[in-house]
């Protein structure tokens, strides 16, 4: 059975640590690691992306490997051919398959029947691979994860429930401040709270995203920014926070929305490192996930 990374919780907290140190190693040598040489990635996209889509070419092309990116409307999917024959036929070329999508249900029909790794490249409910360069931002900022304490001040969405899951598993305290009707649901971990000094007080790293994403319906923007308002990081909010603490943002940013430029292009951000770490986390992921599969190919299916 090929390892696939949908939600993140699939890496137990070892190998994230493992995964975070190796990231770190390949952050230092990029082109220490030939891994996918000769290798396909087939990289589908149903929705727009800058950082994803160039964090995953540029790593899987650094580890000798070739990018192939796909858009759905240009594939057979958007003309009725099922996930299930998609999956069976890009296993049969792709060492990996990565897919971002506006339905879970794709991300989780791609991994049920693909016989090569499943790589969440965003979904409505999660961001996985967001988080994994969120981890390494923090390590390489802090010098260690567990103990942590992460504010995360917005909508509680996808980006805000990988952080939660992804954050808990190697011991980060993650706060959520969100408005009701925005907050994500209760589980076994986060802090959830609806006042955003509560969970930034003292906190190591204070995270915001957009307040409408990909996957929400357009009409409900006013009435989401009117809601988000009182949820924007600016530096009286980061003030709060611990005295060396930084700011942190997947992007992309709308500046007077719900980070203001000042902390945007300010001295406490490590927004532009945290973009930078896409590339090198997934590079880590992709090792893991493809040097414990071996060749594409597959035995089941069609
Ligand atoms: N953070 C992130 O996933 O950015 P893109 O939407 O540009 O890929
Ligand atoms: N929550 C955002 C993240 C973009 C990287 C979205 O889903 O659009």
């Known amino acids: 059975m090929p390892r696939h990374f949908v939600t993140g919780t699939e890496?137990?907290?070892?190998?994230?640590?493992?995964?975070?140190?190796?990231?770190?190693?390949?952050?230092?040598?990029?082109?220490?690691?030939d891994a996918l040489r000769r290798r396909t990635v087939?990289?589908?996209?149903?929705?727009?992306?800058?950082?994803?889509?160039?964090?995953?070419?540029?790593?899987?092309?650094?580890?000798?490997?070739?990018?192939?990116?796909?858009?759905?409307?240009?594939?057979?999917?958007?003309?009725?051919?099922?996930?299930?024959?998609?999956?069976?036929?890009?296993?049969?070329?792709?060492?990996?398959?990565?897919?971002?999508?506006?339905?879970?249900?794709?991300?989780?029909?791609?991994a049920e029947h693909a016989t090569v790794p499943v790589i969440n490249m965003l979904s409505p409910s999660h961001h996985p691979c967001q988080a994994l360069a969120d981890l390494l931002t923090l390590r390489e900022t802090f010098g260690r994860l567990k103990g942590l304490t992460v504010a995360y001040v917005g909508d509680g969405n996808n980006v805000a429930r990988s952080l939660v899951e992804v954050g808990s598993a190697v011991g980060i305290e993650v706060r959520v401040a969100a408005p009701d009707g925005y907050q994500l649901e209760p589980g076994p971990h986060g802090i959830l709270t609806s006042d955003p000094a509560e969970a930034v007080r003292g906190a190591n790293a204070v995270y915001t995203d957009v307040w409408v994403s990909m996957s929400d319906d357009p009409a409900s923007a006013a009435e989401r920014r009117r809601a988000l308002a009182p949820y924007r990081i600016d530096d009286e909010l980061l003030d709060l926070?611990?005295?060396?603490?930084?700011?942190?943002?997947?992007?992309?940013?709308?500046?007077?929305?719900?980070?203001?430029?000042?902390?945007?292009?300010?001295?406490r951000e490590r927004i532009w490192d945290q973009a930078e770490n896409r590339r090198h986390a997934q590079k880590a992921l992709l090792e893991l996930l493809i040097g414990e599969h071996g060749s594409p190919g597959g035995s089941t299916g069609a």
């Open 241 to 267: 926070a611990a005295p060396d603490a930084i700011a942190l943002h997947c992007l992309p940013a709308h500046p007077g929305e719900e980070i203001t430029e000042q902390v945007l292009y300010g001295d």
């Open 42 to 110: 087939a990289l589908i996209f149903q929705k727009p992306s800058t950082r994803t889509r160039v964090s995953f070419e540029a790593g899987v092309a650094e580890l000798g490997g070739h990018p192939m990116v796909l858009h759905t409307d240009e594939l057979q999917v958007s003309r009725g051919e099922s996930i299930r024959d998609t999956a069976y036929v890009l296993s049969r070329h792709a060492a990996a398959i990565g897919i971002r999508t506006g339905e879970d249900e794709m991300v989780d029909g791609l």
């Open 11 to 33: 890496l137990s907290a070892g190998e994230l640590h493992a995964l975070v140190d190796r990231a770190l190693e390949l952050k230092a040598a990029p082109h220490a690691s």
